[in-house]
């Protein structure tokens, strides 16, 4: 796809463990360059750890802006200003509007914490318990205007144990995001794997293929 290394902008709202996974895959293998992390929330955890490891950080706080479309709207401008080939929404907690989405079609990715088509939305985990699934996961993929919808690029699973709780099963999906989300996002922004005509081309390597655990 590119000459130079893919650059990549990563979007936060909290935490950040995706985050700090994403940075120690760059630094390890230097996939993808990370040129700014964008939060929409001031108080966002994450943004310590971008700064601890050297990167651009910016905040959007969403509470400033009077409709969605206001949000997005600015959010793409600070975003471009980094002028990024890969987005990649970690952990960021905002629905964004068909706009924002359709603009960066094809670059911009997520993590959801099910395997997507189950469980879109909020706490996934909850869900898979009430549903009574005997295997759940992450799924990572490309995001498109509906939400929690967008072409697959890779899942991992593990099973549903007798006594596990919404948060059990949040930690151990968590393990399991940390493994596959740098590894997809390297593979997207290389150009290993593409959308093409709303299809995604191109296979991972099988190291991306996981057992149940
Ligand atoms: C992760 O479970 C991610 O899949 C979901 O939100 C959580 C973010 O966690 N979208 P973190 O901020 O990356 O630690």
Redesign the pocket.
């Known amino acids: 796809m590119q000459n130079s290394t893919p650059s990549v902008v990563i979007l936060?709202?909290?935490?950040?463990?995706?985050?700090n996974a994403l940075i120690d895959h760059a630094k390890q293998t230097g996939a993808y360059q990370i040129r700014a992390v964008i939060s929409n929330r001031p108080a966002a955890a994450?943004l310590a750890l971008a700064q601890s490891a050297g990167l651009d950080t910016a905040i959007l706080d969403h509470t400033e802006y009077k409709s969605r479309e206001a949000f997005d709207s600015a959010l793409a401008g600070l975003i471009d200003q980094y002028q990024p080939d890969w987005l990649v929404?970690?952990?960021?907690?905002r629905v964004l509007t068909a706009g924002f989405v359709n603009r960066y079609l094809g670059r911009l990715v997520?993590?959801?914490?099910s395997l997507l088509p189950a469980f879109p939305g909020l706490k996934t985990h909850q869900q898979a318990l009430e549903a009574g699934v005997r295997v759940h996961g992450?799924t990572v993929h490309l995001v498109t205007p509906e939400l929690d919808h967008g072409p697959i690029v890779d899942q991992a699973l593990l099973q549903v144990l007798p006594g596990d709780t919404a948060e059990t099963l949040?930690a151990r999906?968590?393990g399991l995001?940390h493994q596959i989300y740098p590894r997809a996002v390297a593979a997207l922004a290389s150009g290993q794997i593409k959308m093409v005509n709303g299809k995604l081309e191109g296979t991972l390597a099988p190291a991306l293929v996981h057992a149940i655990q």
């Open positions: 936060i709202s909290g935490r950040g463990s995706n985050l994450g929404l970690a952990g960021f907690m997520n993590i959801h914490p992450v949040a999906v968590l995001e």
